[in-house]
């Protein structure tokens, strides 16, 4: 199922568009089932209903593990790579992580769950993770991982959500030089969570935690008490395999919902490809499992391909900005997969930390989660990649699952800043507002796509009109991503960033919604308004306007104060970057916040601030306006 010509590329697409259910069923072939499926696809936008794999049953963690261990029981699975340079890493074989997940598996058994429960897992990035998940899949349990950066409120709300019944956790996390207290934010957590009988404890930094009787155990003890044999659970292709809650344009973040067969079949046929992952190469992708980045392309997709994983613990400049490079030699790595706003950070430390390193192993290079400016791509491109490694700018999103738009290494000519073409399968449309489709080239609108592929979400968790309303009705029969794009004479793909009020801060993914709640929550703010500007290193930063607040001391020290409180209710990666004190907000008549206008003032673009006529008290931009410069 690999590409290796472009000439096959263009067949191979063409082939996906004229006969999806064909060219997905070939490709599902090169996958483990348990039973075959009777429909490759059925499906409806409007509903939206979409099945692949009809009747199909496997179980991922087979494809994952059982099938490589006759031929390829003792290659690396994974490479472990500590947050501390100094500290050993670790390798687990495939027959290893085997015995491992299937133990775990039982452990899970053990606590009560089963087939259909839904499992929290909170966690540093240690190989018990990766274990943690695969030992859910096996058992048929969902898991929702929870990035280690999200405070107690926003757990408690995806627990409460999606009903947890078990919560997997650590003591704490190392990143960098700092320790996380993960279990006492679990427990903080639990105090609202009723549905949560067990939570299992991984001793990782050894910090002093409680352990409360009849609710918390030790992994360490657990896994004594049960043996290394599990066999996997057989799954509905349309099974639920996982939830991982992303933020949207409004209210809550939402639970997005992969399925077991589609979204296998998809993280491996896009990880193979994309990459030109060689048997026996080194893969390192520098994301965290608590997003999609890190479920398909740590854990599934290349696991799928009995490919080496490398997990890394740490932060890429800790100790210092050399240490991606030392990684990158140490295990001589092939392909190295990372986001834009590392690439962009490490960059501002210069040359020196390049200095002495061996990259000679590099042959594939990868971009993801934001729009990569030129700068960022060729210095990539040239300091890392020697010119030799092509850059695959990969788009896509916890929605899709997979890789959608990117070029394909060794076989797609890159152009810097280009997603480049859609993958096999994969059908995308630019439309205007009124979703008429923009035909033909050099064009730019919104990115929709509109014929479904295995790997996209099927529903929200336990909110089905949701998934329709955000994704399947801003245009008739067509999946909306909430991104601007254009396509350039060549046909070529450039995603411009989100056309909704969802913000990409580090590649993180906010709802400007989210940080104004969270503003307003902080005793005394009345009203705010978040937007994003354009930031060196992250991308877009978060600038809000709070209308002043009731202040205790100085407004510096309530600056902090509303800080401390955003760290509070979703978590330190949601803290505004800049807070400017106003008087009023720009609002319409009838009372809506002008956000275009707060969008300009961000950027520092006064100058053309459009009509501002119907606003209800134009006076009060000039006020803004003189604020925001004197703000630092
Ligand atoms: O705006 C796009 C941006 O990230 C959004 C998806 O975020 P999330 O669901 O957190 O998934 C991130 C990792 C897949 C998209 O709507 N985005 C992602 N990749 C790119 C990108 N923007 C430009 N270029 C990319 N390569």
Avoid at 223 to 246: G, P, S
Avoid at 379 to 402: L, M, N, R, S
């Amino acid at each position: 199922m690999q590409i290796t010509s472009f000439k096959q590329y263009e067949e191979d697409y063409k082939k996906s568009i004229e006969n999806p259910e064909q060219f997905w069923g070939e490709v599902a072939q090169n996958f483990q089932w348990k039973k075959p499926w009777f429909k490759v696809l059925s499906w409806n936008f409007n509903e939206p209903d979409i099945k692949w794999f009809e009747g199909a049953k496997l179980n991922i963690t087979e494809n994952c593990l059982d099938r490589h261990l006759e031929k390829n029981g003792d290659k690396p699975a994974i490479i472990w790579e500590p947050n501390n340079p100094e500290e050993e890493s670790v390798t687990l074989t495939y027959k290893m992580l085997h015995e491992r997940v299937c133990r775990f598996a039982n452990v899970l058994k053990r606590n009560g769950a089963k087939k259909g429960d839904r499992i929290c897992i909170y966690m540093p990035m240690v190989p018990e993770l990766a274990i943690a998940v695969l030992a859910c899949a096996r058992i048929g349990a969902v898991h929702s991982v929870i990035f280690g950066g999200f405070s107690a409120k926003s757990i408690a709300d995806r627990i409460n959500d999606s009903q947890c019944k078990l919560v997997i956790t650590a003591d704490g996390a190392y990143r960098g030089n700092k320790q996380i207290p993960l279990k006492d934010v679990i427990d903080d957590a639990l105090i609202g969570c009723p549905t949560v009988e067990k939570c299992i404890v991984l001793t990782h930094v050894r910090t002093p935690v409680s352990m409360l009787k009849g609710r918390d155990v030790w992994w360490e003890d657990e896994v004594k008490h049960v043996n290394d044999i599990c066999e996997a659970e057989e799954m509905d292709a349309e099974d639920m395999l996982f939830i991982l809650y992303t933020s949207g344009s409004t209210g809550k973040p939402k639970g997005v919902v992969h399925t077991c067969g589609g979204y296998m079949v998809y993280a491996g046929y896009t990880f193979t490809n994309v990459f030109n992952y060689q048997p026996g190469e080194v893969y390192f992708c520098t994301a965290d499992i608590g997003w999609i980045t890190g479920h398909s392309y740590i854990v599934y997709g290349p696991l799928s391909q009995g490919a080496t994983s490398v997990l890394f613990e740490g932060i890429p400049t800790y100790p210092n900005a050399s240490r991606f490079w030392d990684i990158v030699e140490k295990h001589k790595v092939n392909t190295l997969y990372t986001a834009p706003t590392a690439i962009r950070s490490l960059m501002s430390f210069g040359e020196e930390p390049l200095q002495g390193k061996d990259l000679s192993s590099i042959r594939v290079l990868g971009s993801v989660g934001e729009p990569i400016n030129e700068e960022a791509w060729h210095w990539f491109d040239e300091k890392i990649g020697h010119g030799k490694a092509p850059i695959v700018d990969t788009w896509w999103q916890t929605e899709t699952g997979g890789i959608m738009i990117s070029p394909i290494a060794t076989v797609t000519p890159t152009k810097p800043s280009y997603a480049t073409l859609p993958l096999p399968g994969i059908q995308p449309i630019l439309v205007d507002e009124n979703g008429k489709e923009i035909e033909g080239n050099g064009v730019s609108g919104n990115l929709c796509i509109k014929f479904p592929w295995p790997g996209m979400l099927r529903t929200t968790y336990g909110d089905h009109e949701r998934c329709k309303q955000t994704y399947f009705s801003t245009y008739e029969n067509l999946y909306f991503t909430g991104d601007g794009c254009l396509r350039d004479e060549d046909g070529y793909y450039r995603i411009t960033g989100r056309v909704d009020d969802v913000l990409n801060v580090s590649g993180h993914r906010i709802g400007t919604a989210e940080v104004e709640n969270a503003i307003n929550m902080h005793a005394g703010v009345v009203e705010s308004a978040v937007v994003g500007y354009p930031h060196d290193v992250k991308g877009q930063g978060i600038y809000a306007f709070v209308i002043n607040p009731e202040m205790h001391g100085e407004a510096e020290l309530t600056k902090k104060d509303i800080l401390q409180t955003v760290t509070r209710v979703i978590g330190a990666i949601a803290k505004p970057d800049k807070i400017l004190f106003v008087s009023g907000l720009p609002k319409t008549r009838s009372g809506k916040i002008m956000r275009r206008i707060l969008r300009k003032i961000a950027e520092g673009d006064t100058a053309n601030l459009g009509d501002t006529s119907t606003l209800l008290d134009p006076g009060v931009v000039e006020e803004i306006i003189a604020a925001s410069k004197a703000l630092k």
